[in-house]
């Protein structure tokens, strides 16, 4: 299957400050991306869906202006978390996709953990 | 009422089992559906997709979907430890756009 990758795997940061998440797809152009966060024991939250080129479309309740999602190229996009608090902390999951295809694949994951 | 509901579990079964999971859902503009497998602090893998009914197999898995029912199942044949896991039903309404998740059946195979 394709490959997506996802940096950093973890991160601490101090609360206030932002942090950047790259998501990568290695041997194919990701046409879309998603964000997904997930909280222990409990399944994805869809929080946007990306396209290469274009503004993010976030899902509702979720802060654009909080978490900036950045697709500049067929094979990278970004997640910034700015301001960060606390509350913020969970497991940061991207998945990626072809148009006019089903599939989906997902990065490994992000682990944030803001004090 | 949630659009994807799958029993949480925890599903325990002795290595060598069947394991047999599944998914219902209400909203019958979905024509895709997948089976994700996520290990802890993991990302989920994809196992099985399909977009049509009836069965479909690869090696020890089989996904069965039944349309007419708004029911799908993912089967584990020959059970082992690295099974261990939890299982993700997903579902998306056209190629390319966000999936739908059900929240999750974890399961545990003894050795």
């Known amino acids: 299957g394709a490959v997506v990758s996802q940096h950093p795997s973890w991160v601490i940061c101090k609360s206030g400050t932002s942090v950047k998440i790259e998501c990568r797809s290695l041997d194919f152009q990701a046409t879309t991306m998603f964000w997904y966060r997930q909280f222990p024991k409990q399944s994805l939250m869809l929080m946007a869906t990306s396209n290469e080129g274009s503004k993010a479309t976030y899902e509702q309740g979720v802060e654009k202006d909080k978490f900036l999602i950045n697709h500049a190229s067929l094979t990278l996009s970004t997640l910034t978390v700015t301001s960060a608090h606390p509350e913020d902390s969970s497991f940061y999951i991207c998945?990626?996709?072809?148009?006019?295809?089903?599939?989906?694949?997902f990065g490994p994951g992000t682990r944030l953990t803001v004090t | 009422q949630k659009e994807v509901e799958q029993d949480p579990g925890p599903l325990s079964v002795p290595e060598g089992a069947i394991v047999s999971l599944n998914c219902t859902y209400s909203?019958?503009?979905?024509?895709?559906f997948m089976w994700y497998r996520q290990y802890s602090r993991k990302g989920p893998e994809l196992l099985m997709y399909t977009y049509s009914s009836g069965n479909k197999e690869d090696g020890r898995f089989t996904a069965q979907v039944d349309k007419s029912s708004k029911y799908i199942s993912l089967f584990i044949r020959d059970s082992q430890p690295s099974d261990s896991a939890t299982y993700l039903c997903?579902?998306?309404?056209?190629?390319?756009?966000?999936?739908?998740f059900g929240g999750g059946t974890r399961v545990l195979v003894k050795p």
């Open positions: 997903a579902m998306g309404k056209a190629a390319g756009n966000k999936l739908t």
């Open positions: 998945s990626a996709g072809t148009s006019g295809s089903y599939e989906q694949y």
């Open positions: 909203n019958s503009a979905f024509q895709y």
